[in-house]
Structures are given as structure tokens and as C-alpha cells.
């Protein structure tokens, strides 16, 4: 039987919403519940609860001893009675406002994960604050490690760069400073880089010798189908200095100009501010003329090889990686690679005159010397011997190339390799040859701005194994137009005329006699000596260097190619001998 529910009256409240407000307008015969608090209230008040659903069923409501001990509803277990809706009668009485007597149904804790740190599986939202400040702990640790790092290495580079200019002090310089020597001038590069001139535009006065075309299916290897270097044991090479040029001579004795050089001693000059190595030119004031020369057996018919690298090379000199053997061995690349590239069908453009040098039968490499003049100020002017090795057709037009090679020897020492970088990282290989070789590549291009070359070709030549320096392979040739690799290796041509131009105007101001320019070996400056009349002369004898400190390699006639058509084979010589 189910029980029926009586409300009651409900008094009628005419003026508005709830109750009246006369309490005798309720009748006496009311079924309203006797003993029931009324507590008024507001919109704004708060309500309290009014329902227990953690409240033991079987209890009496009426007991207070069957409250939970902790006074604190919820403490109970909530699986004894999960229906109780009986009144809270004494916390609605008393309109208790806290809540922090509030509980959820379900109390247990949520789970602990069985592995790993908590705030990595831990997603209960009290705990995001801390797993924030772990995560920037954590970074901050990380970063720190990462700067401790980087401190380590850069003061290893540090010492490493130190140690290898102090070896350089020792065993690089290039000539040896005589006691009798008299120092004139001590000129620092901080003076170079902030010279400034612009000459005109040249004008050919003679044009000798014989250039082979350009080998347009050079362009088109790669490291997977390279091409072995071929040696050319019977050309012959010439790296004649200024004074011994018979052409020069005939333009000195003709009154042509006031300066003579060759590009090679120019650029070594335009370059100074990015050498390392230690080089000398000799510089000769006769009457008003102004002549410089090298050295029989100078640096200067070497190629620097990682001269601008951190990276130190071996000391030994009989080392095949050493500064020395590397500058042989690049000397020797170039000259094959100048003569491989061309096509070999006896198609010649010849100039005006043969090569002064070769004499009658003689087979000689393409090369064309175009002897040019450049005006310094009104009353000097200045002649320089420039070479190009090559030619090629574009638009029914004659172009000049020049033919250089860069080599690599160890992998190790670079950090790039070649053959997995040149096909799809040529740009990256390119910058870690400027940043090594950075006087190499800008004497390089200087030289071609001077003989106004059209086209600068740069090949890349590897050794076949990094321990066989005598067997090597082309891996790539790349061309550039020299104004655009100039602007690109940030090579000023006004501060490289700058430089010529404040020398010449030094020297000038000098007597009748014989100077050396050599670069300080362990300084970025240069120095001008007053050196005798005989110096340098077959006839002259110097003090021998101590072995160690010997730098004038003993087949350097072969390298030099005098006037007497010498070739490379003791070159070769000497490199199978080291091999």
C-alpha cells in the first residue's frame, strides 16, 4: 500500500512571491509540521547542504552519536548508505557558510602510476603548477650544461690557434733576417685595410704566347663519375721573376712606366691583410724605376694550403700532411689540373708573339701573358705581366679563363668530405675553402681581375686515398665570372689598388738600392729592409737556416720553371721519393 503525502494548506500570498507577511493570517488549523525551524533568506545567500548521501541507513537521525567521530560529514564510508536524503536539519539551521566541510562522493585517491616521474603521467590538475616549475628546472639545467660546452670548446680552439701562430713564428718565416740588414719601415695591416684608390681601365701593351680551348665536359663530373688527374711530365712551366722578363726589360728600356711587377707579386700584395705565412718581395730602385721581384726559390711559386685554417698541421716537414709538402703537392695539382682540363686537338689561339720564354721546339702548357699598364697618377704608371690559361667561344666571342684547383688531402682536417658534400652541399664546401684558404681564393681572383679575365674556372681535385699524396682525382670544376666571386669573398678592388698603390708611394720615396718586404711570420704587419746590393745573388752567400727552419725547397727550379725550360719532373721525383 502506497502511503499518501499530505501538503497542507498553503497560505495564499496576495501581494507577491512566498509566504505573507502576517503570521496570523495562517489558519490554527494548519498541517504544517510543528517544530520546524524557518531561517530566511536572501537571493544572495548562499545554501547550504541539504541532503547526506555518506549518512549510515540503518542510523537514527534523530541520534546525534551516530555522527561521524571527525564532525565532518563525508567522513563515513560512502558505500554504507548512498540514499540517504534526510534533512541535514542542523547545519541548515545554523547556516553554516563553509565549505571546506564540502567532500566528494568518491574519496580514494586516484591512482599512483607504476613507473616514471609523477608529473610526467600525472594529470590531476592540483599538480600542473609543480610540473611547470620541473620542466623550466629541467631546461635550465640543460642549458647550462650546453654553455659549459661551448667554454670548453672555445678555449681548446683558443689554444689550439695560439700554439699554431706561435709554431708559425718559428719555422714559417720565409727568408732569413740578416744582422747587416737595416729595418727602414714597420707598416701594421690595420694601415691596409683603410687605403683606399681607383685607377682606370687598363690598356694591353703586348699579348705572347698560345692558349688551347676550355674542355666544356669538365663541367659535368661529379664525385661519382670522377676523373683521374693526368701528369704532364713534358710541358714546361715558367714562373719567371720581373727583372729576368725580357719583355719587361724592353718596356723598362723603352720607357713605358715606372713600376713593374708580375700578378703574382701584385696580389700577394693586394692580399697581404689575409695572409698568415711569412713571404718576401724584393723591391729594386733603379734611378726613377721601381722593380719588384722574388726570391729565387720563394713561396711565392708555392700555394698555400689551409693557411687560414685553426686547424694546426703537422710539424715534421718530411710529413706528407705538413705546411711544405701540401704546398708542393697543391703546386704540382695545379699545373696538371690547368693542362687536363683543355682540349688537346692542337687548336691554338696564337697572340702577337711567342712565349719569351720557351725556347724553339719546346713544349710548352697553355698560357697567354698579356703585359698591361695602369695608371697610378700623372707621372707614374705601372706594367704588370699577367697570365691566362685558357680560352672558350661564347656568342662568336674569344673569352679568357684562368684554371685553378683547390685539393684536399684528409677529411678529418677540413671536416667536410668531398665526395658526399660537392653534389648536394657545393655552397657549404665552398665556404669551408674560404674560411681555410681564404689568402689562396683571393690571390686567386685578384689575379684574374688583373688579366681581366672573363671566366675564373675552380676545380676539385681529392686524393685517391687520404695517405697517398700522388694519386689524385677531379671531382668537380665550377666556374665563376671574377667580379661576382669578388663581391661574394668581400675582395674590395679599390683597397687592393689602395694597397699596391701606398707601397709604391713608400718605395718610391727611397734611395738608389736594394729592399726586401717581408711579412712578420707571428704579426699582421710588414717590414721593409735595406738589404745589400749582392743579396740573393747566386754569388751571395747567407748563413744556412738551421734544418728545421729551412723553407726553400730543393727541386724549387722545378717548381719555378726559370728561363732555362725546366719542367716538373723532379717534382715528380720528390714526391715519389716521399711517397
Avoid at 609543480?130 to 681548446?156: I, T
Wanted: charged share 30%; net charge negative.
Amino acid at each position: 500500500m502506497v502511503g499518501v503525502f499530505e501538503v497542507g494548506a498553503v497560505p495564499f500570498n496576495s501581494d507577491g512571491w512566498g509566504p505573507p507577511e502576517s503570521i496570523a493570517a495562517t489558519p490554527a488549523t494548519t498541517t504544517i509540521p510543528l517544530h520546524v525551524p524557518f531561517a530566511p533568506f536572501s537571493r544572495s545567500d548562499k545554501l547550504g547542504r541539504i541532503a547526506d548521501f555518506t549518512r549510515n541507513f540503518s542510523s537514527s537521525t534523530a541520534n546525534p552519536s551516530n555522527r561521524p567521530s571527525s564532525g565532518k560529514p563525508g567522513a563515513a564510508n560512502a558505500s554504507d548508505a548512498p540514499f540517504d536524503f534526510s534533512l541535514d536539519v542542523d547545519a541548515f539551521a545554523l547556516g553554516n557558510d563553509d565549505d571546506s566541510s564540502f567532500r566528494l562522493v568518491d574519496a580514494k585517491p586516484p591512482p599512483r602510476p607504476k613507473f616514471g616521474p609523477k608529473w610526467r603521467f600525472n594529470q590531476h590538475r592540483p599538480q600542473l603548477p609543480q610540473r611547470r616549475d620541473e620542466e623550466v628546472e629541467a631546461k635550465k639545467r640543460e642549458a647550462e650544461k650546453e654553455r659549459a660546452r661551448r667554454d670548453r670548446l672555445y678555449n681548446l680552439n683558443r689554444s689550439n690557434q695560439n700554439q699554431q701562430r706561435r709554431e708559425a713564428a718559428i719555422f714559417k718565416s720565409s727568408v732569413d733576417i740578416q744582422p747587416e740588414w737595416n729595418m727602414l719601415e714597420q707598416i701594421p695591416f690595420s694601415t691596409f685595410s683603410k687605403v683606399s684608390f681607383t685607377v682606370p681601365e687598363p690598356e694591353d701593351l703586348l699579348l705572347c704566347g698560345a692558349l688551347e680551348y676550355y674542355d666544356r665536359s669538365f663541367d659535368r663530373i661529379t664525385p661519382k663519375n670522377e676523373r683521374r688527374l693526368e701528369r704532364f711530365k713534358n710541358r714546361n712551366f715558367f714562373k719567371v721573376t720581373t727583372t729576368d722578363d725580357p719583355v719587361i726589360r724592353r718596356l723598362a728600356n723603352e720607357d713605358k712606366a715606372t713600376v713593374f711587377a708580375t700578378d703574382t707579386i701584385l696580389a700577394t700584395l693586394m692580399c697581404a691583410t689575409r695572409s698568415v705565412y711569412s713571404w718576401d718581395i724584393v723591391v729594386q730602385r733603379v734611378g726613377n724605376k721601381l722593380f719588384f721581384d722574388k726570391r729565387d726559390g720563394s713561396q711565392l711559386d708555392l700555394l698555400s694550403v689551409h693557411e687560414t685554417s685553426q686547424e694546426p698541421l703537422p710539424e715534421a716537414k718530411d710529413d706528407i700532411n705538413s705546411a711544405y709538402s701540401l704546398s708542393v703537392e697543391a703546386a704540382y695539382i695545379n699545373q696538371n689540373f690547368s693542362q687536363q682540363v683543355l682540349v688537346r686537338d692542337g687548336n691554338k689561339v696564337t697572340f702577337d708573339e711567342p712565349n719569351p720564354f720557351a725556347n724553339e721546339g719546346d713544349e710548352v702548357a697553355s698560357v697567354a701573358y698579356r703585359y698591361r699598364r695602369w695608371k697610378l697618377d700623372d707621372n707614374m704608371h705601372l706594367v704588370a705581366r699577367c697570365e691566362v690559361q685558357s680560352v672558350v667561344e661564347v656568342n662568336k666571342q674569344k673569352s679568357f679563363v684562368t684554371l685553378n684547383a683547390l685539393n684536399e688531402f684528409d677529411p678529418k682536417y677540413s671536416g667536410v668530405d668531398w665526395r658526399q658534400k660537392l653534389e648536394t652541399q657545393r655552397g657549404a664546401v665552398l665556404a669551408t675553402e674560404l674560411k681555410n684558404n681564404a689568402n689562396k681564393l683571393a690571390k686567386w681572383t685578384a689575379q684574374a681581375l688583373l688579366a681581366s679575365a672573363d671566366l675564373m674556372k675552380l676545380g676539385y681535385v681529392s686524393r685517391v686515398h687520404p695517405r697517398d699524396h700522388f694519386n689524385h682525382v677531379i671531382l668537380a670544376v665550377v666556374g665563376y665570372k671574377p667580379r661576382d666571386f669578388a663581391a661574394q669573398i668581400n675582395l674590395n678592388t679599390s683597397n687592393m689598388w689602395g694597397i699596391v698603390k701606398s707601397i709604391v708611394d713608400l718605395c718610391m720615396k727611397l734611395n738608389e738600392g736594394k729592399y726586401v718586404l717581408v711579412k712578420d711570420p707571428s704579426k699582421p704587419q710588414v717590414r721593409i729592409y735595406e738589404v745589400p746590393a749582392d743579396a740573393f745573388e747566386n754569388d751571395y752567400v747567407e748563413e744556412p737556416l738551421p734544418e728545421e727552419e729551412q723553407v726553400q725547397p730543393p727541386t724549387e727550379d722545378a717548381e719555378t720553371g726559370e728561363a732555362n725550360g725546366a719542367t716538373n719532373d723532379v717534382e715528380d721525383k720528390e714526391i715519389e721519393a716521399q711517397t
